[in-house]
């Protein structure tokens, strides 16, 4: 299947600093990728729709002024979470593909202290 | 909205036996069924995914599901499970797409030699 690439696959920030997340369809172009959350032995839980070249579509709940998607290219989403506090500290994964299926990159653990 | 229940957070097995993993979907229409399968420090990977037609459907890795409408259920079974089957497993639904996937809270399968 299609490779689906995250960088960095983890870091460490301290509060109030902000953090950038790459998301790459290496293989395959995505017009729309999906960023997700994951909190520790729980399900994914979907945050934002990525899309190339316009705004990302942010699900109920999700602050889309602390989550700030940038979808540039059709190979790259990038995730910055601003002003990270500890209660941020999850998994974030992304996904790109396409309507019959996707293809999920390996994710970055934030830990924020 | 779409659902899935997994109820089983937990579940062990002898290298040998066989394997069930349980869920169940909310979804108005005929939905889009998958099971992924997430090792740690790795990305989901695609077992099998459901669409239409033939409602046993064969994956990778030797798992097959079933989607059954009138229980509103997509179980995946092997026959024989190895150690190195021991993963997290998640269903997801899509409604109408494999896009912006809803999980369940995902089933943890260990594997005892």
Known sequence: ?113 | AQSVTQPDIHITVSEGASLELRCNYSYGATPYLFWYVQSPGQGLQLLLKYFSGDTLVQGIKGFEAEFKRSQSSFNLRKPSVHWSDAAEYFCAVGAGTASKLTFGTGTRLQVTL
């Open chain 1, 1 to 113: 299947g299609a490779v689906v690439s995250q960088h960095p696959s983890w870091v460490i920030c301290k509060s109030g600093t902000s953090v950038k997340i790459e998301c790459r369809s290496l293989d395959f172009q995505a017009t729309t990728m999906f960023w997700y959350r994951q909190f520790p032995k729980q399900s994914l839980m979907l945050m934002a729709t990525s899309n190339e070249g316009s705004k990302a579509t942010y699900e109920q709940g999700v602050e889309k002024d602390k989550f700030l998607i940038n979808h540039a290219s059709l190979t790259l989403s990038t995730l910055t979470v601003t002003s990270a506090h500890p209660e941020d500290s999850s998994f974030y994964i992304c996904s790109g593909g396409g309507r019959s299926e996707q293809f999920f990159g390996p994710g970055t653990r934030l830990t924020v202290l």
